[in-house]
């Protein structure tokens, strides 16, 4: 039997456990998509104990203590921290077979030095142990990034955001982690929503003019981009619940967005045309700028009313949808490789039926001297476990090259997530050291190891081009 989370946790074969000590474990690490807080990395927060760093906002954990039964009240509500950390101790030791509870053993080993199982009886001294190392000098935000070797952080901000603290990060120069911005436009995208005619007011403001008709619009969000691109962004980031493509006049565009302006009711079949327009828009900018564009597909998201009217989104109610999702795809990309005007892309989805989908869609569109110009995305949110990140690397390399992957990203909002690339390297390292035990590839490490390093982070470095 082998010990828990040893050395040589989850490699399986002697292959694997030399790729990953010898040319994995110490590569830096580039996490392209996060949703951490800039102004935290800023102010170098340290965290009052480990509840604040750990549970506030981790709706992975938060979804697993609801399924233990626990109260919303130690979840989401006004317990104390002490209790709140409880109360995911008495769940950790019933999430067998759940990733969470090897990152939750991961962290505590990586960055406390607690090799203590997290449960109801240890949880007090564990409390303590953990407090009180965060409550020492070495273990504000900034710290934990660079134990971490965290060489690229890129965050993920909405369209309208001034990237103060990324200024005043670069400018002070003190960090040896590049910390940059990712332009998320989904509410510049979702016209069906209640928020949209606020945002375009909003916008507007921020660019010191008012917008009343789409070229203004279109306008207002060209200067936005260039903003973000003086500020070092070259990725941007979309949310596609589903894949929308209606093809229109940029006439109807124009008459819809005015519609969506005055707060007059969208049909879906206008929803589509203003969207298709809009996101053509946007790849055809980042193409321009040498961009790369994210697409994150499949969520269907706030399904609990009562919970979203209590908690709001982005709270643990959010679940995988099973549209159709080919032929839109297929046809958006089409439409701006028509023009020569694709931008690098990333295709993430939720649900791993579309695995294949998106796996071969990438070959359609790929060349232009760029290795691995459309990528399929790392096993992204429910997938992000053992299984689906298997399951999306044996569909690349089925598929297309897996060795142009650009890895892993942690999509995570807590400074504590960066085992999560400890986690895929594993992973990583023990799929390929089975085909080469298996003599399905040659025991060749010089290649391996160069493969498995260009996915640990190279290929990432040279893609993105920061």
């Known amino acids: 039997m082998k010990k828990f989370l040893d050395e040589n946790f989850m490699l399986q074969n002697e292959t694997a456990v030399k790729l990953y000590h010898n040319y994995a474990k110490h590569m830096p690490i580039y996490d392209y998509h996060c949703h951490i807080n800039p102004k935290e990395i800023w102010e170098n ?8 760093v750990w549970l506030y906002g981790d709706h992975y954990k938060w979804r697993a203590m609801r399924s233990n039964g626990i109260d919303e009240e130690y979840i989401t509500g006004s317990a104390s921290d002490y ?19 090897h990152w939750t053993h991961l962290e505590l080993q990586r960055f406390f030095g607690i090799y203590d199982l ?5 949880a007090d001294i564990i409390w303590k142990k953990a407090n009180e190392k965060l409550n020492q000098e070495g273990f504000r935000v900034r710290d934990l990034i660079e134990k971490s070797n965290v060489a690229y952080i890129c965050t993920t901000d909405d369209a309208i955001d001034d990237l103060r603290y990324h200024k005043l990060i670069r400018e002070e120069g003190k960090m040896k982690t590049k910390v ?25 403001e921020v660019c010191g003019k008012e917008i009343t008709n789409y070229d203004e619009f279109l306008a207002a969000l060209e200067e936005r981009i260039n903003f973000f691109h003086e500020e070092g962004c070259r990725l941007s980031d979309h949310a596609f619940d589903y894949v929308p493509y209606r093809e229109a006049s940029k006439e109807e565009v124009a008459n819809i967005f005015e519609k969506g302006l005055k707060g007059e009711k969208i049909s879906l079949e206008e ?26 597909i499949g969520a269907m998201r706030n399904n609990n009313t009562r919970m979203f009217k209590k908690l709001g989104p982005d709270t643990g109610f959010d679940s995988i949808n099973d549209l159709n999702i080919a032929y839109p795809l297929s046809r958006f990309l089409d439409s701006l490789d028509k023009e020569d005007k694709l931008p690098k892309t990333i ?33 992204w949110w429910f997938n992000d476990q053992r299984d689906g990140m298997e399951e ?26 960066y085992p999560r690339h400890e986690y895929f390297r594993r992973i990583l390292c023990n799929l390929i050291g089975t085909w080469v035990e298996n003599g399905e590839f040659p025991n060749d490490m010089n290649l391996l190891g160069e493969i498995v390093q260009n996915i640990c982070f190279n290929n990432a470095k040279a893609y993105f081009n920061m």
């Open 83 to 101: 209790d709140k950390f409880m109360a995911w101790a008495k769940t950790v030791p019933y999430t067998i077979g759940n990733p969470l509870y």
């Open 271 to 296: 929803e589509e045309k203003y969207k298709t327009a809009l996101m053509q828009f946007f790849g055809k900018a980042f193409a321009k700028l040498g961009w790369t564009m994210q697409l994150h």
């Open 347 to 379: 295709l993430y989805t939720l649900n791993p039926k579309d695995n294949y989908v998106l796996g071969t869609m990438l070959g359609n569109f790929q060349g232009g001297g760029i290795p691995g110009k459309i990528q399929f995305g790392s096993g």
């Open 392 to 417: 999306q690397m044996k569909a690349l390399a089925n598929l297309g090259l897996l060795s142009r992957f650009v890895g892993m990203l942690t999509d995570s909002r807590s400074f504590l997530s």
């Open 180 to 204: 940059l911005p990712t332009l998320r436009p989904d509410k510049a995208v979702n016209i069906e929503k209640d928020t949209f005619i606020g945002w375009v007011k909003t916008l507007g």
């Open 118 to 122: 997290l449960s109801e009886k240890t």
């Open 45 to 52: 927060k340290q965290f009052k104990n480990i509840t604040e």
